[in-house]
């Protein structure tokens, strides 16, 4: 960054912090799904920073439009909720409204600004690039309440602890963690996949030239057949341990869903890493996509798109090991011929976890596929 030292600002310049030790005071309650708690987590801990709330329909209407917040701050996802007419209207007289978590607990306070109405397929179109209804993020947002409730949240309460929240850290934790660490430059990693030997490959050429790793798993709602976010973070937990530099590797999770949306994810999730205070993010080849409804480099083209991102991307071609390097190497720097190269497709591994069939170690180390093999029904259903 040019600032020379330090982790990077947070974006728009101001860590948000919106947790607070009032009591639930609305006079009206709603429940919001797990997915919907995660994010309003995170904007309470300013993963989401600048955003203290869900978006007002001028913010909403810029996102959608020119992936940039009313301000002109870059924003490419809508963080939004969405109601019926009948909770629109209890909630526009109420003011605040108590929010309750999927057990039934008040978790956040919604201080109520602004009630509006948006065009479902606008949105779908301006943030997925498609209409199609088998996009998973198109059909998400066909499905959604009439209705946009934007204001401020204030936090109250966390859920309990579990075994993968507890890799949950907010971006003042792993701040002060960089800079105890006096880590100056620091690469995220975004991953929703179990690590192959070439991610690890990938991850490690980027210390090479970079003070430290975030290994960052997203954690939260996916598609049939991805992995379960306990098999991601057991996998991980174990490659770190026994092949990474421990004072130059942190693991983490971020807890919010994939929305499949390829570009403008990258883009997304290259903000949530900035807030955190990384100044790289790794992005791959169809970084965030889904099927073929993106080009494999289009979530790569789109930083052209943000020159006042302040968080760098880096982008890797596709890595492969090749029988004749006898090593890692992608077409810029490998002469030989598709023959030699080996690469361990996302097809051919679950073949092979359901044969309980190891790999060769090259491509994915043993003591990870070991973990999948043995885990009892590994995908999501
Ligand atoms: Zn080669």
């Given amino acids: ?38 994010d309003i987590e995170n904007i309470a801990d300013g993963i989401f920073s600048p955003l203290e709330g869900f978006l007002v329909k ?15 701050i870059p924003w490419t996802i809508p963080i939004v909720l969405d109601v019926d007419k009948d909770s629109a209207t209890k909630m526009k007289d109420a003011c605040d409204v108590n929010l309750k978590d999927p057990e039934g607990n008040d978790f956040a306070i919604l201080h109520v600004e ?29 499905g959604m309440q009439d209705f946009l409730v934007g204001g401020k949240i204030d936090y109250i309460k966390r859920p309990e602890e579990t075994a993968i929240r507890k890799y949950r850290k907010s971006p003042t934790e792993t701040r002060t963690f960089f800079e105890k660490s006096e ?19 990938l991850q490690k050429e980027s210390l090479n030239t970079h003070d430290g790793l975030f290994v960052n798993p997203l954690i939260g709602k996916k598609k049939t057949g991805d992995y379960k976010d306990e098999v991601i973070v057991a996998t991980y937990e174990t490659l770190i ?26 883009i997304h999730h290259a903000i949530m890493r900035k807030n955190f205070g990384c100044t790289h993010i790794i992005i791959g080849r ?4 889904v099927g073929t409804f993106y080009d494999p480099f289009a979530a790569q083209k789109i930083f052209d798109d943000y020159p006042d991102l302040q968080i760098e991307p880096i ?67």
């Fill in 114 to 142: 602004e009630i509006y109405t948006f065009n479902k397929s606008e949105t779908a179109q301006g943030v997925y690039g498609t209409t199609d209804p088998s996009h998973p993020g198109v059909s998400k947002t066909m």
């Fill in 286 to 289: 169809d970084h965030a996509g």
């Fill in 315 to 381: 982008f890797y071609p596709a890595f492969f090991y090749c029988k004749k390097c006898l090593s890692f190497a992608s077409e810029r720097n490998c002469p030989h011929g598709q023959e030699s190269q080996e690469q361990l497709s996302g097809t051919k591994l679950r073949q092979m976890i359901t044969e309980k069939k190891a790999p060769s170690e090259y491509l994915m180390r043993p003591e990870v596929f070991k973990i999948i093999a043995n885990w009892d029904r590994p995908f999501v259903d």
């Fill in 183 to 201: 880590w100056k430059t620091i690469v995220a990693f975004q991953t929703r996949n179990v690590p192959h030997v070439a991610h690890e490959m």
């Fill in 1 to 38: 960054m040019e600032q020379g030292k330090g982790v990077a600002q947070p974006h728009g310049g101001r860590l948000i912090s919106r947790t607070t030790t009032k009591n639930a005071n609305g006079s009206f309650s709603i429940s919001v799904n797990a997915d919907l708690a995660n």
């Fill in 241 to 266: 341990r026994d092949y990474y530099p421990q004072k130059r590797c942190f693991l983490a999770t971020l807890h919010t869903e994939m929305r499949y949306a390829g570009p403008r994810e990258a």
């Fill in 58 to 72: 001028e913010d909403f209407d810029q996102v959608v439009s020119k992936g940039r917040l009313s301000s002109d």
